[in-house]
């Protein structure tokens, strides 16, 4: 396991963009897949995107599909989340994760908080 810690929320007006980072304690990270999620108030914590070790493979949930950009910096232990056309839907408490695939996560951060208003 790594801890991770997460940074970069804050308030947003629709439109505008936001980016996150995902700091890990570890070197292991690099051998990690990465994940966000987030969980908005009175749902159930829904997949953003995910990256593998080498950054080869991305997926990304249907809601943010061509608004949101993962990446990662190995060199760094960090991972990204780049947030562009926000919208007031994507106001939630966001998560990244770490674990050996994109399915299995076995490392969570504490969350930052994410809100867009109209």
């Known amino acids: 396991q790594v801890q991770l810690v997460e940074s970069g929320g804050g308030l947003v007006q629709a439109g505008g963009s936001l980016r996150l980072s995902c700091a890990a304690s570890a070197r292991i990270f690099s051998s990690y897949a990465m994940g966000w999620f987030r969980q908005a108030p009175g749902k159930e914590r829904e997949f953003v995107a995910s990256v593998n070790w080498n950054g080869d493979t991305i997926y990304y949930g249907d809601s943010v599909k061509g608004r949101f950009t993962i990446s990662r910096d190995n060199a760094k232990n960090t991972g990204y989340l780049q947030m562009d056309s926000l919208k007031p839907e994507d106001t939630a408490v966001y998560y990244c994760?770490?674990?050996?695939?994109?399915?299995?996560?076995?490392?969570w951060g504490q969350g930052t908080q994410v809100t867009v208003s109209s």
């Open positions: 994760a770490a674990g050996w695939s994109t399915r299995t996560y076995n490392s």
